[in-house]
């Protein structure tokens, strides 16, 4: 009664279900695993330019630089399970408009792709910094010292704008460093407000508050993101 | 097949079930790939993998469409905008509800540009204002430039109802048939085969309660 072609339906079936134990299996081991993020960051260096932010801009619009200084410790956030780690810098300020007194906004002025050396073949870049990638892990399959930051006055990626066109002159303006862990499967996870089990909420991580000063006139040429 | 006859209800489950793989064989939906690389577009079309009980899917796709509020609430990666992080034939679990918090900075959405039809799945980047009326902007992890060229004429960011979900789960490789099947039509046709081969010996094997469907793909379009 039995024929080939059932017994590969079963055999497909069981490999498939198999599959799908383990892989749940591994999701959930990244709960066992302890997270102890830590972060500082401040800025260094702000400014108000009215510009084009982009080549591609249609006006001229108050633009901020906000260059600062990050230590991030995020090392215990790279598991087996990991495939890379998103960090991310926002800078988060309230709505100027009174009407609105609860408004906030959110820009990301930096961020970076950190690729677990599982996932270091998967990364956009050139061969030769792939190969220095490769020797940084020293052949280790988790490497410790990929979650380790220490950025010194670095220029932002990204320009904050406003849909108002106005950005000068902005008060109570923070840093936030933020994560996102992508696993290999399983759950996104993102840093947390609370603690929650073996995952601890990130250590620090918001700059004091700071002011955006008024617009600079600009003596100097335009400044050109490096990305 | 006599031993199914008399079992009638069986026969009809079977009958029932060859139905509904035909018809959702041939909805599955032939998606272009998109023209702009630097987006990673998703096939709106759940896969689906189980072992029994297939002809119960599209009941637990409605379901899970419901419980997430998301059109389609499983997605296929199709390009690498958004790499190392997602790839080709990724499948992606979204969830549409915000019960706890706002739609936020640093999730990952699959979101449709008005008037076309390629969800892309990019990162929000940057959101000024709260609530439903949030002005959104996305950008893909991978790209140089946020989405702003993306968009359509004279929207210059998201809104909440332009999302049809947050990434939430993720299991690589598995959507890649469906990425198969729309780019090689044909391998429609010999799945279609041998699947009703299948269903043609599972008639005549009484001794199995259970019709055993490994692979099932279910069509779905997003209003």
Request: charged content about 20%; glycine content about 6%.
């Given at each position: 009664?039995?024929?080939?072609?059932?017994?590969?339906?079963?055999?497909?079936?069981?490999?498939?279900?198999?599959?799908?134990?383990?892989?749940?299996?591994?999701?959930?081991?990244?709960?066992?695993?302890?997270?102890?993020?830590s972060a500082s960051i401040k800025p260094t260096n702000v400014q108000v330019v009215k510009g084009r932010p982009h080549y591609y801009s249609s006006k001229k619009e108050e633009y901020a630089i906000i260059k600062f200084s990050l230590d991030a410790d995020l090392s215990s956030l790279f598991t087996?399970?990991?495939?890379?780690?998103?960090?991310?810098?926002?800078?988060?300020?309230?709505?100027?408009?009174?009407?609105?007194?609860?408004?906030?906004?959110?820009?990301?002025?930096?961020?970076?792709?950190?690729?677990?050396?599982?996932?270091?073949?998967?990364a956009n870049i050139g061969p030769a910094t792939l190969k220095k990638l490769r020797k940084s892990a020293g052949g280790k399959s988790i490497d410790p010292s990929r979650g380790k930051l220490s950025l010194k006055n670095q220029r932002p990626k990204y320009q904050i704008t406003h849909p108002s066109g106005k950005v000068a002159n902005t008060d109570d303006v923070t840093l936030h460093v933020h994560y996102n862990v992508q696993p290999w499967v399983g759950m996104l996870t993102w840093n947390q407000d609370v603690d929650m089990a073996l995952w601890k909420r990130m250590a620090a991580g918001i700059s004091k508050a700071f002011e955006l000063p008024a617009v600079k006139k600009k003596d100097e040429p335009k400044a050109k993101s490096k990305y | 097949?006599?031993?199914?006859?008399?079992?009638?209800?069986?026969?009809?489950?079977?009958?029932?079930?060859?139905?509904?793989?035909?018809?959702?064989?041939?909805?599955?939906?032939?998606?272009?790939?998109?023209?702009?690389?630097?987006?990673?577009?998703v096939h709106n079309m759940p896969f689906s993998v189980c072992s029994a009980d297939s002809w119960r899917n599209p009941q637990m796709w409605k379901g899970l469409s419901i419980a997430a509020d998301s059109p389609s609430p499983i997605v296929v990666v199709l390009s690498g905008s958004m790499e190392p992080a997602f790839q080709r034939g990724d499948l992606l679990f979204l969830w549409n509800r915000n019960l706890l918090a706002d739609t936020d900075v640093g999730e990952v959405v699959v979101y449709n540009v008005k008037g076309k039809d390629i969800p892309i799945v990019h990162r929000i980047v940057r959101k000024f204002g709260i609530g439903e009326h949030a002005q959104l902007l996305t950008k893909g992890d991978n790209n140089a430039a946020d989405d702003t060229e993306l968009y359509a004429r004279g929207q210059d960011y998201l809104e909440r109802k332009d999302?049809?979900?947050?990434?939430?789960?993720?299991?690589?490789?598995?959507?890649?048939?469906?990425?198969?099947?729309?780019?090689?039509?044909?391998?429609?046709?010999?799945?279609?085969?041998?699947?009703?081969?299948?269903?043609?010996?599972?008639?005549?094997?009484?001794?199995?309660?259970?019709?055993?469907?490994?692979?099932?793909?279910?069509?779905?379009?997003?209003?």
């Amino acid at each position: 009664m039995y024929n080939s072609l059932t017994r590969i339906q079963n055999v497909f079936g069981f490999f498939t279900t198999i599959a799908f134990v383990v892989a749940a299996i591994i999701a959930a081991s990244d709960f066992t695993a302890p997270r102890t993020p830590s972060a500082s960051i401040k800025p260094t260096n702000v400014q108000v330019v009215k510009g084009r932010p982009h080549y591609y801009s249609s006006k001229k619009e108050e633009y901020a630089i906000i260059k600062f200084s990050l230590d991030a410790d995020l090392s215990s956030l790279f598991t087996w399970n990991t495939k890379q780690l998103f960090v991310y810098v926002t800078a988060e300020w309230p709505s100027t408009s009174s009407s609105s007194s609860n408004q906030t906004n959110k820009a990301v002025i930096w961020d970076a792709i950190i690729t677990s050396p599982s996932s270091d073949h998967l990364a956009n870049i050139g061969p030769a910094t792939l190969k220095k990638l490769r020797k940084s892990a020293g052949g280790k399959s988790i490497d410790p010292s990929r979650g380790k930051l220490s950025l010194k006055n670095q220029r932002p990626k990204y320009q904050i704008t406003h849909p108002s066109g106005k950005v000068a002159n902005t008060d109570d303006v923070t840093l936030h460093v933020h994560y996102n862990v992508q696993p290999w499967v399983g759950m996104l996870t993102w840093n947390q407000d609370v603690d929650m089990a073996l995952w601890k909420r990130m250590a620090a991580g918001i700059s004091k508050a700071f002011e955006l000063p008024a617009v600079k006139k600009k003596d100097e040429p335009k400044a050109k993101s490096k990305y | 097949m006599l031993s199914s006859l008399q079992n009638p209800r069986q026969a009809a489950a079977q009958l029932l079930n060859f139905a509904l793989i035909l018809s959702t064989a041939f909805m599955v939906r032939v998606v272009a790939l998109p023209t702009i690389n630097a987006s990673t577009s998703v096939h709106n079309m759940p896969f689906s993998v189980c072992s029994a009980d297939s002809w119960r899917n599209p009941q637990m796709w409605k379901g899970l469409s419901i419980a997430a509020d998301s059109p389609s609430p499983i997605v296929v990666v199709l390009s690498g905008s958004m790499e190392p992080a997602f790839q080709r034939g990724d499948l992606l679990f979204l969830w549409n509800r915000n019960l706890l918090a706002d739609t936020d900075v640093g999730e990952v959405v699959v979101y449709n540009v008005k008037g076309k039809d390629i969800p892309i799945v990019h990162r929000i980047v940057r959101k000024f204002g709260i609530g439903e009326h949030a002005q959104l902007l996305t950008k893909g992890d991978n790209n140089a430039a946020d989405d702003t060229e993306l968009y359509a004429r004279g929207q210059d960011y998201l809104e909440r109802k332009d999302i049809i979900g947050s990434v939430v789960g993720y299991v690589p490789f598995v959507g890649y048939v469906t990425i198969m099947l729309s780019e090689h039509p044909w391998l429609k046709t010999v799945m279609l085969g041998i699947m009703g081969l299948c269903l043609n010996l599972n008639l005549n094997l009484s001794p199995s309660p259970n019709f055993n469907f490994n692979l099932y793909l279910y069509g779905h379009k997003t209003p």
